[in-house]
C-alpha cells in the first residue's frame, strides 16, 4: 500500500495538481442548496504519515444523521465555498484554519438530498488538536490518506433504484458511501495521485436520497 509522507513536498505536489485541475462548478439553478465541505489533510495517529480527518455524525442530526462525513454544511448568506469549509472545520471540530491552509478545490457535486457540495482542500499543520463538537459530531478519524489505495478499492456498485451505480471506500473504520466517497476517490485520484478523474456520475444510496 502506498503510503504519503506528511511534509511540504506532498503539499506542494496536491497545491500543483490542484491548480492543474480543470475544476467543474455547477451553475445556481436555484435548485440546489450551496454547501462546502472541507477535506483536511492532517498528520495521521502515525508520525509523518498523511492521514485525512473523517467524521461521525450524531445521529441526533435531522438531516443525514449518523451517517460518515467530511466537516461541512450549507453556505452562509454571502459567503464564498472556501470561507464556509473552513467555518464548518472549526464548528464541527475546533480547528482554526486561515485561507493560507487551502490547497484548491476539486469539482461541484449534486446530492440527491438538494445540496450541490463544492470540496476544498484544505493542509493542517503539524501537532493539531481535534475537538468534534458533540451537537453535529459523535466521532472524529485520522485516517491514513494510504488507505484510499486499498486493493478493491472503490467499489462500484449497481442498484436497482438508479441507471447509475453508487460508489463506496471500503476505510478502517467502515465502508463508506457517496457523497463522501465520491469527494474522497477524485481527492485520491486528482491530489493524491494526479489523474483527473471526474465522480459526478456515482449515484449515492438510497438511505442518503432524503
Same mark, same amino acid.
Given at each position: 500500500? $502506498?503510503?504519503?509522507?506528511?511534509?511540504? +513536498?506532498?503539499?506542494?505536489?496536491?497545491?500543483?495538481?490542484?491548480?492543474?485541475?480543470?475544476?467543474?462548478?455547477?451553475?445556481?439553478?436555484?435548485? *440546489?442548496?450551496?454547501? +462546502?465541505?472541507?477535506?483536511?489533510?492532517?498528520?495521521?495517529? $502515525?508520525?509523518?504519515?498523511?492521514?485525512?480527518?473523517?467524521?461521525?455524525?450524531?445521529?441526533?442530526?435531522?438531516?443525514?444523521?449518523?451517517?460518515? #462525513?467530511?466537516?461541512?454544511?450549507?453556505?452562509?448568506?454571502?459567503?464564498?465555498?472556501?470561507?464556509?469549509?473552513?467555518?464548518?472545520?472549526?464548528?464541527?471540530?475546533?480547528?482554526?484554519?486561515?485561507?493560507?491552509?487551502? *490547497?484548491?478545490? *476539486?469539482?461541484? =457535486? @449534486?446530492?440527491?438530498?438538494?445540496?450541490?457540495?463544492? @470540496?476544498?482542500?484544505?493542509?493542517? /499543520? =503539524?501537532?493539531?488538536?481535534? $475537538?468534534?463538537?458533540?451537537?453535529?459530531?459523535?466521532?472524529?478519524?485520522?485516517?491514513?490518506? #494510504?488507505?484510499?489505495?486499498?486493493?478493491?478499492?472503490?467499489?462500484?456498485? +449497481?442498484?436497482?433504484?438508479?441507471?447509475? /451505480?453508487?460508489?463506496? *471506500?471500503?476505510?478502517?473504520?467502515?465502508?463508506?458511501?457517496?457523497?463522501? +466517497?465520491?469527494?474522497? =476517490?477524485?481527492?485520491?485520484?486528482? #491530489?493524491? #495521485?494526479?489523474?483527473?478523474?471526474?465522480?459526478?456520475?456515482?449515484?449515492?444510496?438510497?438511505?442518503?436520497?432524503?
Amino acid at each position: 500500500m $502506498t503510503r504519503f509522507r506528511f511534509d511540504t +513536498a506532498l503539499r506542494e505536489e496536491i497545491v500543483g495538481r490542484l491548480g492543474r485541475f480543470d475544476r467543474r462548478q455547477q451553475e445556481d439553478s436555484g435548485d *440546489l442548496k450551496r454547501a +462546502a465541505v472541507a477535506v483536511v489533510v492532517v498528520e495521521a495517529e $502515525t508520525p509523518g504519515e498523511a492521514a485525512f480527518l473523517l467524521t461521525k455524525r450524531t445521529p441526533r442530526l435531522r438531516a443525514h444523521g449518523g451517517q460518515w #462525513a467530511l466537516p461541512g454544511g450549507r453556505l452562509d448568506p454571502g459567503e464564498t465555498v472556501e470561507q464556509a469549509a473552513l467555518r464548518e472545520l472549526e464548528e464541527e471540530l475546533g480547528v482554526a484554519a486561515a485561507s493560507a491552509d487551502i *490547497l484548491g478545490t *476539486l469539482d461541484d =457535486y @449534486p446530492t440527491r438530498s438538494g445540496y450541490l457540495i463544492a @470540496p476544498v482542500v484544505v493542509w493542517i /499543520p =503539524y501537532g493539531v488538536e481535534v $475537538t468534534p463538537n458533540p451537537a453535529e459530531v459523535a466521532a472524529a478519524y485520522r485516517i491514513r490518506c #494510504a488507505e484510499l489505495f486499498r486493493e478493491g478499492s472503490p467499489e462500484i456498485v +449497481a442498484i436497482e433504484e438508479s441507471d447509475r /451505480p453508487i460508489i463506496r *471506500l471500503p476505510l478502517p473504520v467502515a465502508t463508506v458511501n457517496a457523497p463522501t +466517497a465520491a469527494v474522497l =476517490y477524485q481527492f485520491r485520484e486528482v #491530489a493524491l #495521485a494526479g489523474r483527473d478523474t471526474r465522480v459526478d456520475h456515482f449515484e449515492q444510496p438510497v438511505f442518503a436520497w432524503r
